[in-house]
C-alpha cells in the first residue's frame, strides 16, 4: 500500500486547477487512491451537501478542509467563489454527494465557468453507478453501444414520449430513477414488452440487487418485496431483437390512423398492436408523431 500511495503522489498536480473527484456510490471502500490523496491536497472542497462531505471526509481521517457549498439551486453564484480561489493558485476539488460529479449530478455549470475562465478541470475517474450496472449486464449479442438518458422526466406525459422514444431506439438506453418514481417508471416501461431490462438497486451498498428480466415483469417484481422500491435505481433497457426495431407496414400504420380518430392514443395503441401484432412501443412512437403533426 505505501509504494501505491506514493504512486498516486507522483501525479502532476498542478495549482490553480479544479479537480472533479469521483467519490463511492455506497461503499466508503471504493474511494480511489488518487482521489484520497487529491482531497488531501486541496486548498478546499467544493460539495453538493457539506453535512454529508463532512462525514464523507472524516471517514477517510481529512477533518481540516474548508467546504464550499455547491449544488443545483447554487451552481452558478458558487462558481463566483471557486473561481476566485483558483485564481489565486488554490487547488480546489468538488465532490457531489456520491459517484462522479458533472454527469447526473451537479458540477457542469462549474467545469464550464472555469473553462470559460481559460483555467482547467482535472478529472479523477472512480465509482460510477453507470459503468456498475454495465459492466454485470451481460450485453453479449450488442455491439456495447448505449444512450445514457439520466433521470426521465416526472411528469406522466413526458415520461410516456421518453419511454416511447427508448423503446424505438435500436441502442441499450440507461437510465436512473429515485425510490418515489420507480413504480411509476417500471409501470411505463412494461409497454416495452419483452424488451430485456436489467434493474440495478443499491448498487455496491449492503442489500444491493441486480436482476434481468423483461420489461413487462419490472411491475411484478418490484411488487414482490417492500424493500424493492427503496433505494437509488440504474436501469439499462436492451436494445430491441432486429425484429422489433423493423418499420412498421403500411396496414398497420393505415390501422393506426383510423382508431386515432376516434380514440384516446393508449386505448387506440392497445387496440392497434392487438389488431395487427404490429410492437406496442413503435405503434405508441408513431401515434405521438402524428398527434404533434395533426396540432
Known amino acids: 500500500m505505501p509504494a501505491v500511495r506514493e504512486a498516486a503522489a507522483q501525479q502532476h498536480y498542478p495549482q490553480g486547477a479544479l479537480y472533479m473527484v469521483a467519490t463511492p456510490i455506497g461503499n466508503l471502500a471504493d474511494i480511489g487512491l488518487r482521489a484520497l490523496h487529491v482531497l488531501a491536497l486541496a486548498d478546499a472542497i467544493a460539495c453538493e451537501d457539506t453535512r454529508h462531505t463532512a462525514g464523507l471526509l472524516k471517514a477517510y481521517g481529512l477533518h481540516d478542509k474548508p467546504l464550499l457549498a455547491l449544488h443545483e439551486h447554487n451552481e452558478a453564484s458558487a462558481a463566483t467563489a471557486v473561481l476566485a480561489r483558483l485564481r489565486e493558485g488554490q487547488r480546489v476539488a468538488y465532490v457531489s454527494d456520491a459517484g462522479?460529479?458533472?454527469v447526473s449530478d451537479p458540477g457542469a455549470r462549474l467545469v464550464a465557468a472555469v473553462a470559460e475562465a481559460g483555467l482547467?478541470?482535472?478529472?479523477?475517474?472512480g465509482a460510477s453507478s453507470l459503468t456498475a450496472l454495465l459492466s454485470v449486464t451481460g450485453h453479449a449479442g450488442w455491439d456495447g453501444r448505449f444512450t445514457f438518458l439520466g433521470f426521465l422526466s416526472p411528469?406522466?406525459?413526458e415520461r410516456q414520449r421518453e419511454v416511447?422514444?427508448?423503446?424505438?431506439?435500436?441502442?441499450a438506453t440507461l437510465v436512473l430513477e429515485a425510490p418515489h418514481r420507480i413504480e411509476a417508471l417500471a409501470r411505463e416501461l412494461a409497454t416495452l414488452?419483452?424488451?430485456p431490462v436489467t434493474v440495478g438497486r443499491e448498487l455496491t451498498k449492503q442489500f444491493e440487487e441486480v436482476a434481468r428480466m423483461p420489461a413487462?415483469?419490472?411491475p411484478g417484481w418490484l411488487a414482490q418485496a417492500a424493500h424493492r422500491t427503496r433505494g437509488e435505481f440504474?436501469?439499462?433497457v436492451h436494445p430491441a431483437a432486429p425484429a422489433a426495431a423493423q418499420e412498421m407496414d403500411?396496414?398497420?400504420?393505415?390501422?393506426?390512423?383510423?382508431?386515432?380518430?376516434?380514440?384516446?392514443?393508449?386505448?387506440a395503441v392497445k387496440l392497434c398492436a392487438e389488431i395487427t401484432g404490429a410492437p406496442r412501443n413503435t405503434l405508441y412512437t408513431a401515434a405521438l408523431a402524428r398527434k404533434d403533426d395533426r396540432a
Not at 403500411?250 to 386505448?267: F, G, N, S, Y
Request: proline share 11%; glycine share 6%.
Open 100 to 102: 462522479t460529479p458533472g
Open 164 to 171: 416511447a422514444a427508448i423503446g424505438a431506439s435500436p441502442l
Open 216 to 218: 413487462h415483469e419490472l
Open 250 to 267: 403500411a396496414q398497420a400504420l393505415r390501422t393506426l390512423d383510423l382508431l386515432l380518430a376516434e380514440l384516446p392514443v393508449k386505448t
Open 120 to 125: 482547467r478541470s482535472v478529472p479523477v475517474p
Open 193 to 195: 414488452g419483452e424488451r
Open 234 to 236: 440504474a436501469l439499462l
Open 155 to 157: 411528469k406522466a406525459s
